[in-house]
């Protein structure tokens, strides 16, 4: 029975020795080291990983998955950037079955991400529909979304047929993929990557296309370039998302190197809301932050009271940009708040920088030369390789239009030679025995149509012939001269700049501790201009034109509808300036410190700028080369004088140590304020003018110089109702003379000798007949004939006359129309700054838009 059979043959098995057993299998086990196996199979997963998914390429940036979605995208499904979208699911399963068997998630979340711009500095993938978001929302379903390359992916693929790249085959060796691509655009650099493999990480971060282009050219120039050289075209990261990039350290450390840590923050401004109060405007934040949960961090940190001064956060972007709000409690500081922010939420973060890329199959760290070396080298190798193609494919048409042009000569004999002939194949043996004829001209001379036999063809044939005779010998100049393939190489770098270069969005704020960044900077004169509300700029004095006394004035600032522009300074970049408050602080800024904007623009919050008090105005500024000379601050003085004609004289060594959060300079009384404070030599005339037209001189020698302690002492006596307006303080053997200006545009020159010198704290002298026509004194310059009046009123127009225009006249009289005010305007603030004496006069619409000529003339003028 089966079932006994089976018993007995178990037990004679089990009977059988474990000798027995071992000699029946012997030489079909192989005994093997675990540790050794472990090891060899552990090498190979993590070598795959590692050149296979997770690190890019040096050459074209691009890791496998990257480079077979925009391949596929091109060569398989045509869908280059004129070409019509096609469902995302189409491009996915494509992808998939012919080049990358890993699951249809990761290539549709590769191609997603090549499609969001606030993921990729510059997208290669043009997607439309639901892409996901900033606040890291999905993106669709890839059956509802479509795609198709975008135009700056057109260069990524440029030449790909061309032999210019290697090429290997699929992973079931049907079809042949590219081992790289032929980019005209450094991706690696320009868009960065992030990768995780085994054992190593890559995180490299974007940059701006056009500096990237200009360390490429620059490479190209001199192969011998300093990665330090570099750093002055590359200035550091430049991240989709825009934001600041706070310290520069980090920023060089990772160039150079390959390794460094990138500190991002939020661009923020602060503004008022209708009611008053103080809210900080987020416009931009760090790369790679999840708006959404940012939002709720800080929502969460202000309901357990970890935030102090928040009254509340809301999100209130929308298609046309971000715009978060943070509303401030009425008692609350924005700075401190802001930098609370900074530093308990994602508005400051960091970017850990790991140049990591394969080199030859090879993963290797990679500072900004490296990076540029390899990719230079790589679009060498591919206009060599283009050019080699390019020189077969014109010497082999060459080959067939000259085997043409032969039967062209010689119709009539092949025309019988054909006829003869009793098949193709022998027609073609005779022409080659005829005429010593390759196979290739004698199979193109038998396809010829008949209408090749005109005169007009022929004459095409002929033309043909000269131009790729001149093709042959410009390719075989090109493979015989590195010099002018490296010429091909940049040309075509600039091409790819011109068409897509953009302006950086990052801003690098170097921090104060780093090294001189006055290095960055050129020595420029700047116009520094302050607004009623508190918004700074500063903006070269070049945009700012001359016109005619009497003009009307162009438009100076943006500003809101309240708001008009109150200080205007001048000063350099390299300049140290102190800012003196209306309550008597002093604070220190670098010129280069403060936000650049053009002539029309708003500025940026004082309250950003320096550590100022909310309730605090900026009154006054001097500007200073050093700080650091001690015979220089122990040697001038700082002038200050109030509203209520108090005058005090302090040694400028006072003020030269700066602190972040400012000084007090002078104490001021209850009711009153500072108006002005002037630098001078210690043996300055002052002159202190009063509302109501009268005017004080005295020798600065009668005021004795005090500690920054200290409330001053009187410098002009003034009756009720009345205020000081303004100071000037006039060096010895001076030619200036002084200029005033009423509030409705009347001014005069009078010479300095016509006010008689008095003692401090009297009443003054008559300096301008006060009239209803003129309007109270609004100001007191002194000015010579090589100066400009600059002249701005409260609707923020402003003008630009030369000084000699305006006539000398007598200390008594009300002077001459200056400025054209318009009903219900007034004058906000008067300076003299130099004059350009290159620039003929032009006046200016109230637009601020030249009458006959654009601005770009006038910008080339000035």
């Not at 002084?738 to 016509?754: A, F, H, P, W």
């Not at 004058?827 to 003299?832: E, H, L, N, W």
Request: proline share 3%; with cysteine.
């Amino acid at each position: 029975m089966p079932g006994r059979e089976n018993e007995e043959r178990n037990s004679k098995n089990n009977m059988l020795t474990e000798e027995e057993k071992n000699a029946g299998l012997e030489g079909k086990i192989i005994p093997i080291n675990i540790e050794e196996q472990m090891k060899s199979a552990y090498i190979d997963y993590s070598m795959s990983v590692i050149v296979s998914r997770a690190l890019p390429d040096v050459r074209d940036g691009l890791k496998p998955v990257h480079r077979r979605i925009l391949y596929d995208m091109s060569a398989e499904l045509n869908l280059y950037s004129d070409k019509p979208t096609r469902k995302s699911a189409r491009i996915v399963g494509d992808v998939l079955g012919k080049f990358h068997p890993h699951g249809d998630s990761s290539v549709y979340e590769a191609m997603v991400r090549m499609a969001q711009d606030w993921s990729m500095r510059y997208p290669l993938v043009d997607g439309q529909g639901n892409f996901g978001s900033m606040d890291g929302d999905s993106p669709a379903a890839m059956r509802y979304t479509e795609a198709r390359m975008q135009k700056i992916t057109d260069e990524v693929m440029a030449d790909i047929d061309k032999d210019t790249i290697d090429w290997t085959l699929n992973f079931d060796d049907t079809i042949p993929e590219p081992t790289v691509l032929p980019t005209k655009i450094p991706l690696l650099l320009v868009n960065g990557a992030s990768g995780i493999a085994v054992g190593m990480a890559t995180n490299m971060a974007p940059h701006n296309l056009g500096e990237v282009i200009d360390a490429c050219c620059a490479f190209v120039d001199n192969p011998e370039i300093a990665c330090e050289e570099l750093l002055k075209y590359v200035k550091g990261p430049d991240f989709p998302t825009g934001g600041i990039i706070y310290g520069y350290e980090g920023v060089r450390e990772a160039l150079l190197t390959g390794r460094g840590r990138v500190v991002m923050r939020a661009r923020t401004e602060i503004e008022h809301t209708a009611s008053g109060r103080e809210c900080i405007v987020i416009t931009e934040i760090p790369y790679m932050v999840n708006k959404a949960e940012m939002i709720k961090k800080i929502a969460d940190l202000i309901n357990e009271k970890k935030i102090e001064g928040i009254s509340y956060i809301n999100d209130e972007s929308d298609r046309n940009g971000m715009r978060i709000i943070v509303i401030l409690k009425h008692d609350a500081v924005a700075s401190v708040v802001l930098n609370t922010l900074y530093k308990n939420t994602p508005l400051q973060t960091s970017f850990a920088v790991n140049n990591i890329a394969l080199v030859n199959g090879r993963p290797m760290m990679l500072n900004l030369l490296d990076l540029v070396q390899h990719f230079v080298e790589h679009r060498h190798d591919v206009i060599v390789r283009r050019t080699r193609f390019d020189l077969a494919k014109a010497e082999k048409r060459l080959h067939i239009v000259l085997g043409l042009l032969i039967a062209q000569d010689n119709i009539d004999e092949i025309i019988h030679i054909i006829r003869a002939a009793k098949n193709p194949d022998l027609a073609k043996q005779a022409m080659m025995e005829r005429f010593s004829l390759s196979d290739a001209q004698a199979s193109a001379i038998i396809e010829m149509r008949l209408r090749a036999l005109t005169g007009l063809e022929h004459d095409k044939l002929v033309a043909e012939r000269n131009e790729l005779e001149a093709q042959i010998a410009y390719f075989n100049d090109v493979l015989g001269s590195r010099e002018l393939q490296m010429k091909i190489v940049k040309d075509e770098l600039l091409e790819v700049k011109a068409k897509y270069g953009d302006e950086r969005r990052s801003e690098i704020v170097y921090a104060s501790e780093e090294f001189n960044p006055e290095d960055f900077y050129a020595d420029d004169e700047m116009v520094i201009t302050i607004s009623h509300l508190g918004y700074i700029k500063r903006t070269p004095l070049a945009e700012y034109r001359t016109q005619n006394r009497g003009g009307v004035g162009a438009k100076g600032s943006a500003t809101r509808d309240e708001d008009f522009i109150e200080h205007i300074y001048m000063a350099t970049m390299h300049n140290t300036m102190l800012f003196f408050t209306e309550k008597g602080r002093c604070y220190w800024l670098k010129v280069y410190e403060i936000p650049e904007g053009t002539r029309s623009s708003k500025g940026r919050a004082i309250q950003n700028v320096i550590q100022i008090e909310p309730d605090d105005k900026v009154r006054a500024y001097i500007n200073v080369k050093r700080l650091d000379d001690a015979e220089y601050v122990n040697n001038n003085y700082i002038i200050m004088c109030t509203k209520d004609g108090t005058i005090k004289k302090t040694k400028l060594e006072a003020y030269s140590r700066p602190r972040q959060n400012g000084v007090n300079a002078i104490v001021i009384r209850e009711g009153d304020q500072l108006i002005e404070a002037k630098l001078t030599s210690g043996s300055a005339e002052v002159m202190i003018a009063a509302r109501e037209g009268k005017a004080i001189r005295f020798n600065e020698n009668t005021v004795r110089p005090i500690g920054r302690v200290g409330a001053g002492v009187r410098g002009i006596s003034l009756d009720e109702g009345d205020e000081v307006v303004g100071m000037i303080c006039i060096e010895p053997n001076s030619s200036q003379d002084v200029l005033v200006l009423s509030e409705n545009g009347y001014g005069k020159r009078t010479d300095l000798d016509e006010y008689r010198i008095t003692n401090r704290g009297g009443k003054g002298v008559k300096t301008i007949n006060i009239t209803e026509k003129t309007g109270k004194l609004i100001s007191i310059q002194a000015v010579t004939d090589e100066n400009d009046l600059m002249i701005i009123n409260r609707s923020g127009l402003t003008i630009r006359t030369a000084v000699d225009q305006i006539r000398v006249a007598g200390r008594a009289t009300q002077g001459v129309r200056i400025i054209n005010l318009r009903e219900g305007d007034a004058i906000a603030s008067v300076i003299a700054v130099p004059a350009n004496e290159e620039e003929e006069p032009a006046v200016l619409d109230g637009a601020g838009a030249p009458e006959s000529e654009s601005e770009e003339n006038v910008s080339k003028e000035q």
